[in-house]
């Protein structure tokens, strides 16, 4: 069974720092995209930075140079650093893996974690 568990959340100051955690298991970890996404109330989803199994990166323009997303496969665990926290930030995050092999797309969420920037 796979699982992409989050953690790392929370209540946070502007211009505070988080960083979020994607525990995988039941997946080779090392061969997915891994990524972020978050969902304010009443917005879409939307990508905010992925990894690939090459350790490419890509960002939203709303969070680049603000947010580093990283990969550790030993501990098939991904991350999400935030600093310069924003309210505009709040949202429930979550990962995501993705890996694609003979037209086959295996896609997988987890159950997210809430993001409140406020003072």
């Known amino acids: 069974q796979v699982q992409l568990v989050e953690s790392g959340g929370g209540l946070v100051q502007p211009g505070g720092s988080l960083r979020l955690s994607c525990a995988a298991s039941?997946?080779?970890?090392?061969?997915?995209?891994m990524g972020w996404y978050r969902q304010a109330p009443g917005k879409q989803r939307e990508l905010v930075a992925a990894?690939?199994?090459?350790?490419?990166?890509n960002y939203a323009d709303s969070v680049r140079g603000r947010f580093t997303i990283s990969r550790d496969n030993a501990k098939n665990t991904g991350y999400l650093q935030m600093n310069s926290l924003k309210p505009e930030d709040t949202a429930v995050y979550y990962c995501?893996?993705?890996?694609?092999?003979?037209?086959?797309?295996?896609?997988?969420w987890g159950q997210g974690t809430q993001v409140t920037v406020s003072s």
């Open positions: 995501s893996a993705d890996y694609v092999r003979d037209g086959v797309t295996y896609h997988y």
């Open positions: 990894i690939t199994s090459g350790g490419i990166t």
């Open positions: 039941g997946i080779v970890f090392s061969i997915y995209t």
